[in-house]
């Protein structure tokens, strides 16, 4: 249906001065529960199909849903954490639709009474603090996978069978919906990798996006700058990459200036973004839209939470990211970015206060930590933590560089070898003579060398060129190797050529 | 052996006799097995009669009596077929579930099987309970052992009819809207709904599930106390369930002293027969007779329960009844085109038309733009009508009215009246949106007919209830025994054909 498709259309430098785009956001996140939603059958990933289910999950007549209690907690860490009020009083609604992956053809899911309301997330963009109103937190249950076989799109009309298999069937899911006040793509992206570092530091699910784990829907419309109406949305669903959410809304913003600036209106439509074309093509219409006849499930009776619980569970939430960002920046002197490297997930902050605690400077940690450590584990594929480098050991070498034993160019030579051989930076100095020279007799005649070696520019800088300088350091640093200690390779040099 | 008469034989006796060592549970099984084979014929109470089955176990009950005892161990039951039963066919009498093979066993059933029961078979009802003579099963006609030709009532009426023509000592129903209590009325048996919740729903194959409730169909009322202790208490699997305040007690009052039984007079404008209304009176002055005092109470809010009702129960039955979507299990239309075909053709093809009608009705109720009209408005009803029962119990300790306004009618007569058969549950209805506890037994004849007469109580009043009906019972000394009158005409028979509960390999996995 190539008529369907629209180009991208926009002002080609990405403003638009007289339009200012209004994103909402939809996350769903499944949670790391042992058992799923309404039976007791394991959540799991990657096991053969079909093996975690019951009648229950599948639907079988006469087979009953039971709340997951544990589930209902992880819930409502997560409503904590978005500055929610937990409900007292919560129902449980059926949502009716027929596809193969819903045995029951309808999902239990929550409706006007969710588990909980009214709360706030603050995020940073590019240096500045933003704050996002939560519309609600509310509870329901995945539905199956299906796998279409034959075809070529992989989608089900063109395939030659589809398979179901239901092991994700009834898995404990949540959804998170924003208010519309999210004012750019790129915000957007920020607010859902901070919401996810966040749900993933209440460690009640790994939000792993590829296997959809956590999953996204955009809700999107533009209005006359400054203006408080809301123009008409489109909705964008199913996205698991942070890169193609901010892409797609990035079409679909000047897709909408162009329709309302050519007169025409924006029709409320279901978008499907193809981040091979960059296109946005329509899913569905409103017209089209499912009637899910939501009513009250009488399988189940309301879910009341005592507020004392809720109270046990606020106290015992983990120092979340927005925190300890916070935290970092008082208690370690660093600067809002460093901290915003380090501090957003448990492990890394984890290490990085290990490495102060093991008695390295604050912000040379910090360096190291971001620096060499960071990209030694993205070489080797490594989690935080794992590997040769431990915290001790990263805090002895900058303890090294910092009392003068180590060079800062030769201690990333020190940091390389301590993953090669897997030993201590202590021994790797000592079996590599990488250690500082700060010997004056053993630099002097260096010095003295590089100086004779160079008339010309001993010329030069006695004329007044101080700058040359900088040449005879680089001289004596390359023939020692890079292990001269610096202040005395200058100080030396000066008393030589001042003499 | 003492010779038995399976028509008036009860659990109670059949009990004292196995105990005494009268009688084996094999004997006691064949009993019931020989009256299977010699009526069942007319009566058609059985979608699957699991002989082999009952004939086996009774002996291995018989042969570990120290292992297997308890006071249900060895006493013939039959389950209706909309409780599922691991390895036994579970149809719901329809063609959707034609081959469906549980791999689970309703919570009721485990309870009773863990008591040693013996089951005999699986009985006939509406398909998915939903009807009130089982004319809507899509396997066959049952009929009403007192007259032939007439309807057993419904939905559980080959529950209902097999206790009445002996062919079970005792059954299990389920009640939505009266679907075990006007069976039992028109039968001539003793069938209760206990409080919503007393009995774990698990298992059962729901068709509305805020009003379901599986409850026994007996020949005594004592046997109904002693069926409804063993299938009574929470269940971890159904969220809706309950423990009893108290358990219930096998009953024994003679007397009524001091009861006070309200007459609400809405119930008694419902179009009554002659003869049930003259039953009725007469009940009245027993329970005069007996101690207990008839007051007036009224119900201002009755007319509106049927509708409610009508609008509620579809709805809930339209999302209920969307997992038969030939995706699983159970029944699937031949070379669907595509997934639209699959479902269309399946859920055609699969559902009768009962079901169907009250598919579209719920579907219709909770629509968007309709469902503050429809399923809003019922359930404010509903609110009303509770509140209506709360404020007579403030004044009396029990309800009394007739189970149903007529006595058994003639097969086929309402069947394109849908609005006519609906009527049939107008006195049982309110209990099930009230949630209430309410049992009907047999209080007399009318031209040759049973007549039932309802008592409810309040929530979790189950012991009042069955204490009250037990001593009424005692003094109107109904006979159970039918007299098969009437012939069976076999039109509008659907004929399922085997029966069997081996499943054919190609239809067990469409």
């Known amino acids: 249906m190539s008529d369907d498709r629209r180009r991208l259309v926009g002002h080609e430098d990405g403003t638009h001065p007289d339009w200012e785009p209004v994103i909402g956001l939809e996350m769903h996140v499944e949670l790391d529960t042992q058992t799923k939603m309404f039976c007791g059958c394991a959540v799991t990933r990657g096991d053969d199909p079909n093996l975690h289910t019951c009648p229950v999950c599948l639907a079988h007549p006469g087979a009953l849903p039971v709340v997951n209690r544990r589930a209902v907690e992880y819930a409502a860490r997560i409503a904590l954490a978005l500055n929610c009020t937990v409900r007292p009083r919560s129902v449980f609604h059926r949502k009716n639709y027929f596809y193969p992956d819903l045995p029951k053809a309808y999902q239990i899911s929550q409706y006007d009474e969710p588990l909980a309301t009214a709360g706030w997330f603050d995020y940073w963009v590019a240096g500045e603090r933003l704050r996002c109103r939560i519309n609600r937190v509310h509870m329901e249950e995945d539905a199956a996978k299906l796998i279409h076989a034959g075809g070529e799109t992989g989608r089900i009309a063109g395939s030659d069978y589809s398979m179901v298999d239901f092991n994700r069937s009834g898995t404990p899911l949540i959804e998170i919906v924003t208010e519309p006040d999210i004012p750019s793509p790129e915000a957007a992206r920020e607010f859902l990798q901070q919401l996810r570092a966040t749900v993933m530091e209440l460690g009640v699910s790994e939000c792993t996006m590829e296997e959809g784990q956590v999953r996204w829907d955009a809700n999107m419309s533009v209005r006359p700058a400054g203006s408080d109406a809301l123009g008409t949305r489109t909705e964008l669903k199913n996205m698991n990459s942070f890169r193609y959410l901010q892409q797609a809304l990035d079409a679909e913003i000047p897709r909408q200036i162009a329709l309302l600036e050519a007169g025409e209106t924006i029709e409320q439509e279901t978008l499907h973004f193809d981040p091979d074309t960059g296109i946005t093509t329509p899913l569905r219409s409103k017209e089209e839209a499912h009637d899910y006849r939501y009513f009250p499930d009488p399988d189940l009776v309301p879910l009341e939470i005592d507020p004392a619980w809720v109270e046990e569970l606020r106290a015992t939430q983990p120092e979340l990211p927005a925190a300890r960002v916070e935290r970092f920046m008082r208690q370690y002197g660093l600067s809002r970015a460093d901290a915003s490297v380090l501090a957003p997930t448990g492990a890394l902050a984890g290490f990085y206060e290990e490495v102060v605690a093991a008695g390295a400077a604050a912000k040379a940690a910090a360096n190291w930590t971001m620096g060499e450590y960071l990209a030694h584990l993205n070489a080797a594929g490594l989690e935080v933590g794992h590997g040769h480098v431990t915290a001790e050991r990263l805090a002895r070498l900058v303890m090294l560089v910092e009392d003068g034993t180590v060079s800062t160019s030769a201690a990333k030579e020190v940091f390389a070898r301590m993953i090669e051989e897997r030993a201590e930076p202590g021994e790797v100095v000592e079996r590599h003579g990488l250690g500082q020279i700060s010997d004056s007799a053993e630099l002097e005649a260096i010095v003295a060398e590089v100086v004779a070696a160079s008339p010309s520019q001993v010329e030069q800088y006695r004329g007044g060129k101080q700058q040359v300088l900088g040449f005879f350091v680089g001289r004596v640093m390359k023939a020692t190797g890079g292990r001269a200690n610096p202040q005395l390779v200058n100080e030396l040099l000066r008393r030589t050529l001042d003499a | ?510």
């Open chain 2, 1 to 510: 052996m003492t010779t038995l008469d399976p028509l008036r034989l009860t659990a109670r006796d059949a009990k004292r006799l196995l105990v005494d060592g009268e009688i084996s549970a094999a004997e006691l099984t064949k009993v019931f097995l020989d009256q299977i084979a010699a009526v069942e014929d007319e009566v058609k109470a059985f979608i699957l009669v699991t002989a082999d089955n009952a004939a086996k176990y009774s002996t291995k009950v018989d042969r570990e009596m120290q292992a297997m005892r308890g006071p249900l161990a060895g006493l013939p039951i039959a389950v209706k077929d909309n409780l599922v039963t691991e390895g036994v066919t579970t149809t719901c009498a329809s063609r959707m579930l034609h081959n469906y093979q549980p791999v689970y066993t309703a919570t009721a059933v485990r309870q009773v099987w863990d008591g040693h029961v013996v089951m005999l078979g699986k009985t006939n009802l509406d398909e998915f309970a939903m009807g009130s003579s089982t004319e809507y099963s899509a396997y066959q006609v049952t009929a009403n052992p007192w007259d032939l030709d007439t309807v057993p009532g419904g939905s559980s009426g080959g529950s209902a009819a097999a206790v009445a023509a002996g062919e079970a000592l005792w059954a299990l129903g389920s009640d939505t809207g009266g679907s075990v209590r006007q069976p039992a009325s028109l039968c001539g048996v003793v069938g209760m709904k206990p409080t919503y919740g007393a009995v774990s729903r698990y298992g059962l194959v729901a068709f509305a599930s805020s009003l379901d409730q599986i409850g026994p169909l007996t020949r005594s009322v004592y046997d109904c106390a002693l069926l409804l202790q063993h299938i009574t208490g929470r269940d971890p699997r159904d969220a809706t369930s309950v423990e009893l305040p108290e358990p219930v007690v096998l009953p024994s009052a003679e007397r009524l002293d001091g009861l006070r039984i309200g007459v609400p007079s809405e119930y008694l404008d419902v179009g009554l027969e002659d003869g049930v209304r003259a039953r009725f009176d007469e009940t009245l002055a027993r329970i005069e007779e007996l101690g207990g005092r008839c007051v007036e109470v009224s119900l201002p809010h009755t007319e509106y329960a049927l509708p409610a009702f009508y609008v509620i129960a579809p709805a809930e039955a339209s999302a209920n009844l969307a997992r038969f979507d030939g995706v699983r299990y159970g029944y699937r239309c031949s070379g669907p085109v595509d997934l639209a075909d699959l479902y269309e053709r399946t859920r055609s093809e699969g559902f009768g038309p009962e079901v169907k009608r009250r598919i579209m009705i719920g579907t219709y109720a909770l629509s968007a733009g309709y469902y503050d009209a429809y399923y809003g408005r019922a359930q404010r009803v509903r609110s009303l009508v509770c509140r209506d029962f709360d404020h007579a119990f403030s004044q009396v300790d029990l309800i009394a009215s007739p189970t149903s306004p007529t006595v058994a009618f003639t097969a086929g007569s309402r069947t394109s009246d849908p609005l006519a058969m609906y009527m049939s549950d107008v006195c049982t209805i309110p209990a099930n949106l009230a949630g209430l506890p309410a049992i009907s037994i047999p209080c007399g004849l009318s031209g040759g007919l049973p007549v039932g007469f309802q008592l409810i109580g309040p929530a979790f009043s189950e012991n009042r209830v069955l204490e009250a009906a037990h001593a009424l019972e005692g003094a109107i000394g109904f006979d159970t025994a039918p007299p098969f009158r009437g012939s069976r005409s076999s039109s509008g028979e659907r004929d399922r054909g085997s029966a069997d509960t081996t499943p054919r390999p190609e239809d067990t996995h469409p």
